[in-house]
């Protein structure tokens, strides 16, 4: 592709970012506690000899490592960056084909990438990069703001301010579940690594998911619009295909509801990549 077309699709795709690195490393983490003998021993071997987006030796060797580097492709034309997101509309049912055009859209990507992983017969690099894509993008499809749009790139156009706590810089809807909310989930200061509780949160993301169902990938997208649509977008002044004018101010109470949706999204998300590769890496 020339270098001109790759820029203007970039500039034309939606933001690709679902969570930041510390709710991915978080997801990874839980999974990486939760793999089977035969999994983790899998997971090692398409792990050995892993390259950088620049063909280097990353060095990387678990799931929690390897959960940002489909991230890191963004501005390449590696990146694939509807492959991130379902944005199914937030005030209409529509068939999935109207917003997940020639199949590039999250929920139909992550079953083609799952193929991939469990194909013996496909080369190593091939696999290796299938697997990363499926931890990156099984954590995409638990964020809401994923899986919903209100003509507003998922909350990207939506200006906000969080009652009570400092940002840098001006943020946004989208920008505030990846991060802002995420920190509040997990109790802590730190928006790059997941938090020192990271144990016990994998025992109960295996609870929670005995609870809640392994689910299928449409499932998993079907549950993150529901969310979008009952919670991440019920903010002051919500207007149907029209992003608001002015700053909305999330208040304490709906930072308290997403935050306990979105430790719940991760906490689902890392049991239910770990259940996967437990399947797929027998």
């Known amino acids: 592709m020339p270098v001109a077309a790759v820029l203007v ?3 034309l795709a939606p933001a690709a970012f679902a969570w930041g690195p510390q709710g991915h490393r978080t997801i990874g983490a839980i999974a990486d506690r939760l793999l089977t003998p035969a ?5 090692a071997q398409l792990l050995a000899g892993d390259l950088d987006k620049f063909g280097a030796p990353s060095g990387r060797t678990t799931l929690e490592a390897v959960s940002v580097w489909a991230d890191e492709l963004t501005g390449t034309p590696a990146a694939h960056a509807r492959w991130h997101y379902d944005d199914a509309p937030v005030c209409a049912t529509v068939p999935k084909t109207r917003y997940c055009r020639d199949g590039e859209c999250n929920s139909e990507q992550l079953p083609r990438l799952i193929g991939v992983l469990a194909d013996t017969r496909a080369s190593h690099a091939e696999r290796n990069e299938a697997l990363k894509w499926v931890v990156h993008l099984v954590g995409d499809l638990h964020q809401p703001l994923h899986a919903a749009d209100n003509d507003d790139r998922g ?3 939506v200006q906000v301010a969080l009652w009570g706590v ?3 810089g001006r943020e946004n809807l989208h ?4 991060s802002d909310l995420v920190k509040l989930a997990l109790q802590t200061r730190n928006a790059q690594q997941p938090p020192a509780s990271i144990e016990a949160l994998a025992v109960e993301a295996r609870g929670l998911v005995q609870e809640a169902g392994q689910g299928t990938v449409d499932d998993w997208a079907a549950q993150s619009t529901h969310l979008a649509r009952n919670v991440a977008y019920r903010y002051p002044g919500f207007a149907c295909d029209t992003p608001p004018a002015s700053i909305v101010v999330l208040d304490v109470p709906y930072q308290q509801d997403a935050a306990d949706i979105i430790r719940e999204r991760l906490l689902l998300a890392g049991a239910r990549l770990a259940n996967l590769l437990n399947a797929t890496l027998r």
């Open 9 to 11: 699709s970039l500039l």
């Open 39 to 43: 999994a983790h021993a899998a997971v």
């Open 155 to 157: 909350g990207n156009l």
């Open 166 to 168: 400092r940002t840098r």
């Open 175 to 178: 920008r505030a579940w990846d």
